[in-house]
DNA sequence: AATGAATGAGAGTTCATTCAT
DNA sequence: AATGAATGAACTCTCATTCAT
């Protein structure tokens, strides 16, 4: 009963950590103040820095959370099915499901891409090795037509991505299970899934 | 003969500009400070005010210039061939075009989408409706296969600047021309571009 | 055989103040902080203030202790020999022996005379107070030649810091005990000592 | 007419500097704040940094530019006048002139040896390496008495130093022509000045 | 007595913008 | 048009001190 009192009571550095993320896609890093994150979050300014060491180290720190959490989701989802044709679907779909599950850690993680955040290295596992290996492995079985890895994570991370900024600026009506289909479905025709039948680049269904 | 005296003869503003492209792609545009933008383009900091409002508005007027540039190839390229298939493929080509010819240009718009460029409006006409427009038109025509056109044109989209930003960024290497020519053909199997021989959903090549 | 149980029986207070010695000496008291001193006392930051009322009153009763503490020693090892030019030469000795067995402390006061500590008013007897009296002895029997008893405080005071500072900053190599005997009989040049044979004074100049 | 217009006209950055040595002397550095400087000097908070790169850097620089100027009268002085006694009652007398005469910086520079600035790295010629050179010579030509330079040195400055300290601090109120012959014909004493008669050393202990 | 998270006033510094020249 | 010194508001961050536990 003395676990969890109010909203009030919740640690501190998850209010920060939320107050952040609202005003950074919403602001930018620079654009946001510590001040603001402070009010947001209902502590002091000082506080800030008994959970993180400057703005900067909060913003990196948000990064590298959302981005853990969502390739966390990309793998997972794709782990529970078996077959690349299936594994790319579920992942299509779990990137979608990300997106509208948690849309403000998704708008940063996209930001951090072109943003400060961008020079920060990793050298962990990225949302986009799922997708490089899941079609690398479609690719050598015969299942997808014959083409560089790479080159087709881009073009189905590309295709996500546009239709969810598409549908999030308010470009594009398409109903939310629709879109997802259509992507999933495109992705294939993209990648010449030829529903195992025959050899890859027929393509018709 | 009085074209071109020297370098530091071409309009200040010009070299502002210039300057300023360079700067803001680099370090973002809070990121650069007038005094980096005056010290470049060999001007006083004043003058900057002399040819531009503000910072902000020489980011934005920067931006919407390279906006109706990038627009206006894409256009031009677009309308000098005929049927939706040739128009779409030449579009794609102009993209990767621009993209390799004015890096700065191209990196500063995509930069723009996700900054504080974002929420300056614009009623102009923008890259996106050029493909919106040809992809709709090659679905009236029966050459697409049914689609919404603002769909199909985020994904034809999505996977062009995909390719472009994996490439510039190291993790695809595949030559230039071959990823344009592997880009524009992708985007032909997502709109189910049948050849233009029976209906539209077949798409065997 | 309770008297001392472990490194951290031991005073509280006494760590604290222990650990601000060192800290102070090595960055000053503004650039010491409350963290610092805690962490390296093993107390926290709060235990301070049960012992000491501010940051500022530490440093005092800090400065307080040691100037008493010096000048005791002074004043013992000067009261344990008879007649003036003993007792100055008690006092040079035990002036460059507390610098020897306490260097913390010694800086500390040294520093105390020009920073903060500086304006703190003290009614109390001071180290220097002993050279006064015993040069003031000294002139009124006639072993040192006359002079002002402050201003010959103030030279042999003068040569004795200055050669302990030359010699901790390593600008100075002579061994401890010559440099300690050199200054002794300096300081009975400067104060005009005739070795009891013959009026103070002869000297002629 | 138009070189001089008021007081308020001269150089800012130097009368920042003007504003900043009265206050570090009064409060020390870390003690003095940027805004007091700024209100003192005139000028804008902001405008301190248009002449220097930080706090720090104006400390620094104002040490380095007194302790230049100290050197300078003090070899100066001494360079008028042959003769390794007549050198040494020169610099005695610099030494008390010029801490008459800028009695702010003279206490700025003392300061400086017990702060911060302490640690900023040196090989220029210091005030101190006059004295040694004096010494030195002296003790070479037989005049003085044998002992080491840096020593003497230590004896000559530290009477000095602390003669001055004395004085300023009230507890010394020699007549300040008195002080100076004093302590001059006191360095001579504890450097075993012959006045040339005979070989040094003569003082027989 | 002991703790250490929370505070908030205030520090040094930056920088877009102005304006007298 | 061009300059660049001056501005001052606003920023990030520090830290002595408090106080609920």
Redesign the interface.
Request: no cysteine.
């Given at each position: 009963m003395e676990t969890q009192k109010s909203v009030k009571a919740i640690d501190p550095g998850e209010r920060i950590q939320s107050a952040a993320l609202g005003l950074f896609i919403r602001k930018?890093i620079?654009?946001t103040t510590t001040k603001e994150i402070a009010k947001k979050a209902g502590v002091s300014e000082g506080s800030i820095y008994n959970y993180f060491e400057s703005k900067g180290d909060l913003a990196y720190k948000l990064f590298v959370r959302y981005m853990d959490e969502f390739r966390g989701e990309l793998q997972e989802k794709a782990s529970s099915v078996t077959g690349p044709a299936e594994k790319l679907s579920a992942a299509v779909r779990a990137f979608f499901g990300f997106a509208e599950k948690e849309p403000d850690a998704y708008a940063y993680i996209?930001?951090g891409?072109?943003?400060?955040l961008r020079k920060m290295p990793d050298d962990k596992k990225k949302p986009?090795d799922i997708f490089v290996e899941i079609i690398g492995e479609g690719v050598r079985e015969g299942v997808f037509r014959g083409?560089?890895e790479?080159?087709g994570?881009?073009?189905v991370?590309?295709?996500?991505?546009?239709?969810i900024?598409?549908r999030t600026s308010g470009?594009?009506d398409?109903p939310y299970g629709e879109?997802v289909e259509?992507?999933a479905s495109?992705s294939m025709?993209?990648l010449?899934f030829n529903n195992g039948q025959h050899p890859a680049g027929?393509?018709?269904r």
């Open positions: 930018g620079t654009g996209m930001i891409h072109y943003t400060e986009r083409m560089d790479n080159m994570a881009a073009f991370i590309g295709m996500i991505t546009r239709a900024l598409f470009m594009l398409t879109l259509e992507t495109s025709r993209v010449g027929t393509a018709e």
